[in-house]
């Protein structure tokens, strides 16, 4: 699927639900039943769009970002 104008994929945007929730790269590859590896991937594209250097300030980025609240 084609990123959003905001450069979020649909599973990137799943990817930061879950980690906005607290999961384990383990438990969101469990869930949106991908490889953990792939999850890993999806979850450093996402900080890599987001700007963010550590997970804390990722989980911060997702919540300020707004992305979670836009209708996909």
Known sequence: PEPAPDG????QRA???LLVEGHTDAVIADR????????RVHI?????TLGSDSRAQLGY???RSG???REE
């Open 15 to 17: 990817i930061a639900t």
């Open 44 to 48: 450093a594209k996402l900080a890599a």
């Open 61 to 63: 980025l997702i919540a």
């Open 32 to 39: 949106l039943g991908l490889n953990i590896r792939t999850a």
């Open 8 to 11: 979020i994929t649909p599973r």
């Open 67 to 69: 992305i979670l609240d």
